[in-house]
């Protein structure tokens, strides 16, 4: 139906471009135009492993142009398209394969330069798995024409979030308004156009879209024409964009045809446009922080790598149904409307500043560090995303220089990512195959993102700073509007290094990150002093949490061991990969702790001998503030961990605790925080719990006492952060002060009738509902829920939910357990899952629930309409069970079900978590009871 003749200003634009790559080959010491172009065919680094789902490279594109017409009808969500591609060949060949997927094409037609037709002799054998279609010909292609192809199309709108596809918002008045939005990364451009689908065959992008008259569009460049009339139904318009100025990938392309309102903010220094756009329910105010950020985050991130932002407009769009987070389109960024906006203080919980700030952080450094310089393929997907993660952290600071963004980074990516994902044996390293759609979409994440970034600040740590600046510009230097390998950037990094005559121990930059980024998880450094000849044996190991199939393959790194004893001075220690021991730090002061891994710079954890972890601790709490908060911050998180894995007892561990009680800062209080819910879980249901309820109360008291419970609009970040924290176990284990303020909001929530509840902060929410119902009774109780029932628009209710669990009065946990199996009004289906999860922190519930379960296992399957509903109930209250008794009759109840294989698999699930509960207990139980009891009671009472 559209037109799809090539046009000569298209036609020779491609020919500049060519002739263009023919001149930089030229250049002395500049690299070709790129070794794709110049060597397409299995010369690449990363050589085709994929047969079969990889693209030939005998023919590359140039310049795409694509118009697109979406109709946004109840019923007929779909769009009418056009694309014209325009090709290189660089190899002589019959045929052209492209991506496409869940659309329905015309035959394809194919021109030579001089727009003579080429015949096409086959052209429908479209592979659903690798998307695949190969257009023959009837002669070859001829090495270095030039060609274009031009297909007419009709595609899906889909409600998948991936491709082109359909949103919506309810208006003022009720009315469901559709709009249609991209997402492309990885592999889901094809759902919007015929493409050469991969990240490293970019080319130049120009755009057109259809509309209604009401309606407006955005791509990544600028309109050059607007309101064009459509050329045979008057009812839609034409918006004609610019041809994109830089080479992108086909994941980068983005547009937008919505009803939207625009909120404009200040330009950035260099001159680049800012604006948000957001359905019309919301307003300026909610703009106003992503606008007041953006700019001085492009100033950041021009000051840094050296290089103006790309493009003459940075748009931003808050899209109501966008279930990637955020993705960062060249000119036209996409969020979640939670990612972009933000009510105000105090109107939402305090991390959503933090989530706001630190996302558009992390999309404009993608403006660099993934469209300027793009990953080759997926497999190294965390050069775009790792270093991203990493600078992310650098551009939140310079736009809210109250926040203490190096700690933010620790404790959010670092300490998160190597306390769970990367601590298993599930796994994998930074560098992975992909060898199939299904794989390139699953290596977005957490070693993708949070470990590569960690990764990254290490390198920076052994660099330094100005080096490892020095080292980014030259690696977005050398790679501009190209795609990269690993080896680019170690290239980089190695020569600045050698520039300032910086020693590894002997390594390369390279055989370095080798082992950084080729093996999976990370290494524990383990430490023994002699202190009468006063020197340090080292030793290293692959860290893996249990449990693990098999023993684990054995892995050691270069790894850069900082250290200091004296807390003045700062010494490096390249421990090669070999694993030890090694002698080769020397301990001078035999009375003085030696710590190692300074302001948590490196990727690994480390465990001393129990002698340097009693000094380490004597130290700190007589000189706290000598020691970095990072370092306090990451001894408490290796000493909890390792203990938690049975590499270092608890008296250790909880000794490492002990300077909290006079610690007022946000890092190690919220570092312990993440680690406690461990402890608290497993104990719950111990005689020992009452010791460790104490034990925290003291250690919480004066960090309550200092932020005290009430939350105000003039409270900074940070100080809504640690308010959190001390709250959150002050009110828990029932602090005087917290629970009076928590009962006296609770009751003034009850007087209000329920509908009122905007004098509670959003941050302090959980806190009054869960204690409000843990201290109270039946009036309590039964409030929370008539406001669960009732109140279903209510933006409390998931809270109000998990709230229910919090009760200890046994009556009153049977009722909720009964209403999960009986009456889904009260308890929806899909919500006991999540009763359940919330019961087995509740050590009063967890056994209660487990034993209705059981109990009631017919019934309970016969409401859920499978056993694996109940099954996974089992699972999830008795995950922190630690008895011999607990443990036994959860394997009588698998053995009950043993005919029931769905049941069985998660009964099994079951108990292989409680024996390794049981394991737990039973190697650290005694030891923490004791040692509780000593510090909160000077007795001995192992119980």
Known sequence: MLQGKTSFSVLFLSFFIFLAAGQIDDEENQESWKTWRQNPIGTRRNENKAIGYRLPRHVLPDHYEIKLLPFLTEGNFTFDGSVTITFTCYEASNNITLHYRDMTIEKPEVYKTDATPMAVSEWENHDRQTDQFVIYLEEDLQVGEIYTVSIKFIGNLNNLAAGFYRSSYVNSEGVTKWHAVTQFESTDARRAFPSFDEPNMKALFKVTLGRTPDYSTLSNTRQTETGVPHEFDPSFVWDIYEVSPVLMPTYLVAFAVFDFVRFEGSPSSGGTPIAHYANPNYNAEQASLGLTVTPVMIDFYESYTGFMYSLDKMDQVAVPYFAAGAME?????????????????????????????GVIAHELSHQWFGNLVTCDWWSVIWLNEGITTYMENLALGAARSDWP??????????????GGPDSLDT??????????NNEADGVFDSIAYEKSGSVVRMVEGFLGNDTFVRGMRKYLDENQFDNSEMIDLFQAWQSVADEDQLDFGGATVQEIMDTWTLQMNFPLVTVTRDYTTRSAELRQERYVRPPYNGEPEPYFWWIPVTYTQDFSTESIYWFENIPGPVTAINALFPEMPLIMNLRAKGYYRVNYDSVNWALIQEYIAANPISVDIMTRSQLIDDAMNLAKDGHLTYDSALGMTKFLENELEWMPWETFDNNL?????????????????LYILRLVTNLYNDVKFQDSESDGLITLYRRIVAVRWACKFALPDCKENVDSLYSRWMTSGGVESSFISPNQKSAVFCNGIRHGGLNEFNFALERYVTDVDSPDRSTIFSALACVRDPVLIDRLLEWSITNSTIIPIGSAPTLYREMATNGVARNQAFIYLRNNWDAAVEHFGTSATVANGIRSVSQYFTKDTELSELKMLRDVHANDPTAVLYLNSAVEIVERNFEWANRNYQTISVWLNNEVIGGSNSR
């Open 677 to 693: 819910p461990f402890l608290d879980n497993l104990l719950g249901s111990r005689l020992a719990y009452g010791d460790f309820k």
């Open 329 to 357: 389109n060249w000119g036209l960024v996409k969020y979640r409307e939670s990612l972009l906006l933000w009510d105000g203080p105090l109107k939402v919980a305090a991390r959503a500043e933090q989530n706001v700030v």
């Open 427 to 436: 796994s994998r390293p930074m560098y992975v195959p992909v060898d199939s």
């Open 405 to 418: 963004q190096e700690q933010m980074f620790v404790v959010d990516t670092k300490q998160y990512v190597m």
